[in-house]
Each structure stands twice: as structure tokens, then as C-alpha cells.
């Protein structure tokens, strides 16, 4: 299995589809599994940057478009649906090619995750029957950190990391951290991971946000918007969210369109704290997109696979 990582706007799709079509030469199948928390949505296309269908060159994509953007989705269930896709694109005697920019997922998926101490039936109900702002509060004093980036409307992940501290006594973003500290990584995986210099993925992410406008982005936005067609969740989706808040009269596109480009260069900045992470997986190429044209990923790519 090849793992293929890196920033928004990277290159990391079309690698993967190169890099599949190299090994369908050699007489090799490849598939491709996304690994990407809001191309699951039905209709977010243009602004989740999901590869049109006819850049696929006829590789088989799974997990895209697996879910109703009203609907919650999770690491947990993509974890899950994706080492069921790997198996059966392994049973097919092909060879399965992962890629995507939620790096939580990557992660998942060559390390697992923290488990933690059994759910507490009686916890859960206690911690369920507070009213929003109570629970919010509570998470704040017991687990700053786990607030910091757990939305407020997730109930699931706040009520688990309340459930961890009153179990453990410790808060579970500590937890975490202890587990993120240990390199692991998996026998079967090998990661190839694309860096680009921060001026450089500045300029491709504002080119990109161009591009994404240009393609209809803002009707894509307004139409789900418009018959409530965005979860809690899925509002919060780069590019969604920002535009959301010009169709709701506190913005305008323009305006919009220039935060669309500044939280994704600022994503683009969390992502590289956990590319440095990711560079401590056994088994990690990693290539240099600043000396390294982009025609020789591909092979790079197959270098990398195990």
C-alpha cells in the first residue's frame, strides 16, 4: 500500500493518478482510496477540490461521495470503510493507493488510534443531559486543549474526551499526545510525503481558490446552502463556510472569496505541524517539490512502495 500525504493544493490527486497509471503499465492495478474528511459529501465538489471524474483516467476512486452533507461523519468511520476498501482492492489483486489532506486520517491509518479506558453508559447520560453551554464549559476547564478543536456542535468527541478525563483523570488531548510521541507506522504501508516551501503552496492555494471560483464554486455553495443542503459539519468546510456567511448578509463575495484564500493558507500551515509528525513514520519518502519536478513523482511514488 502507498500513502500519499502533503498540504491543500500539493499536487497530491494527481500524483496518486499518475503514479496508478505507472503501475497499470507494468501490468500492476492500482485503485485509489481518498482520505479527505469532506470529499465523503454528496455535492461539495468543486470547493473540497475532489477530482473531476474525467482526471480519474478510469482509476477506480473509493470513498467519494459516500455521504449526504447533512449528515456527521468521523475518523472512526472512515477508518473503518477504508481498510474494508483496502482488503477487497488487495482481494482483487490490485494494489491500493491512499491519498488525502486530512492527515488526522493518514494517521489513523498507518498508527491507529487512541483507544481509551470503555465507554461509561452512566457518564455519557450525565454528561448528554447538560445543556450545550454547561457542556462547553465544563470540556473548557477540564480539557483546553480538546476544546480548542472540538466544534462546539460535536457532541459525540466532547462527551468522549469528558468521559476520558472523569475516567483517567487526565485529559485526553494528553493522552494523545503520548500516543502521537511513539513513531509506529504499519508493515504493509509505505508513506510518500509531497513539501512544498510556504511562499510556494501560499501562491498554488490562492491560484487554486481562483480556479475553484472560476468553476462555479460560489453557485456550488449558494444551492446546497439554499435548500439547507449543509449539516453542522459540512458548513464548516473551507470555502463553504466563509461563503455562507456572505450569502447570509455578513460578508460580501468578494470579501468571502479573500477569507476562503486566508484560512486555507492558514490550514495549510496546521497541515505542515502534522507532516513534521508524519516524517517520524518508518518506511517515509519524501519528496522536495522544490527541486523535484513534478514528472518524476510518479516514480518516486513506485520507488516508495514497499
Known amino acids: 500500500m502507498l500513502v500519499i500525504a502533503g498540504a491543500t493544493a500539493a499536487g497530491k490527486s494527481a500524483l496518486a493518478v499518475a503514479a496508478a497509471l505507472r503501475l497499470r503499465e507494468r501490468g500492476d492495478p492500482a485503485e485509489i482510496v481518498s482520505a479527505d474528511s469532506m470529499q465523503v459529501f454528496r455535492g461539495m465538489d468543486i470547493g473540497t477540490g475532489k477530482i473531476p471524474p474525467d482526471e480519474r ?10 455521504r449526504d452533507p447533512t449528515e456527521p461523519f468521523s475518523v472512526d468511520e472512515w477508518l473503518a470503510l477504508a481498510e474494508r476498501a483496502i482488503a477487497e482492492i488487495r ?6 493507493i491512499v491519498v488525502g489532506g486530512s ?9 491507529g488510534m487512541f483507544e481509551g479506558p470503555p465507554a461509561d453508559p452512566a457518564l455519557r447520560a450525565e454528561f448528554e443531559a447538560m445543556t450545550p453551554p454547561e457542556r462547553r464549559a465544563l470540556l473548557e476547564r477540564a480539557d483546553p486543549d480538546a476544546a480548542a478543536r472540538i466544534h462546539p456542535n460535536d457532541l459525540r468527541r466532547t462527551v468522549r474526551a469528558l468521559e476520558v478525563h472523569r475516567i483517567t483523570g487526565v485529559p485526553i488531548s494528553e493522552h494523545q499526545r ?16 509531497i513539501e512544498w516551501p510556504i511562499e510556494a503552496i501560499n501562491q498554488r492555494i490562492n491560484a487554486r481558490v481562483k480556479q475553484m471560483i472560476e468553476r462555479g464554486l460560489v453557485d456550488e455553495a449558494r444551492s446546497l446552502w439554499a435548500r439547507a443542503g449543509l449539516g453542522p459539519q459540512a458548513r464548516e468546510a473551507l470555502g463553504y463556510k466563509q461563503l455562507i456567511e456572505a450569502f447570509e448578509g455578513r460578508a460580501t463575495i468578494d470579501d468571502a472569496v479573500e477569507q476562503i484564500k486566508i484560512e486555507t493558507r492558514r490550514f495549510a500551515k496546521n497541515q505542515r505541524t502534522w507532516l513534521r509528525r508524519l516524517r517520524l513514520t518508518p518506511r517515509s519518502v519524501w519528496i522536495d517539490a522544490a527541486v523535484t ?12 512502495l514497499p
Do not use: C, F, M
Open 293 to 304: 519536478p513534478e514528472a518524476e513523482w510518479a516514480s518516486n511514488a513506485l520507488e516508495a
Open 91 to 96: 482481494a482483487r489483486g490490485a494494489t491500493p
Open 57 to 66: 483516467r478510469s482509476v477506480p476512486h473509493h470513498l467519494l461521495d459516500i
Open 103 to 111: 492527515l488526522l486520517y493518514v494517521k489513523a491509518l498507518l498508527e
Open 178 to 193: 503520548q500516543w502521537d510521541a511513539t513513531p509506529r507506522g504499519r508493515p504493509d504501508a509505505s508513506l510518500l510525503g
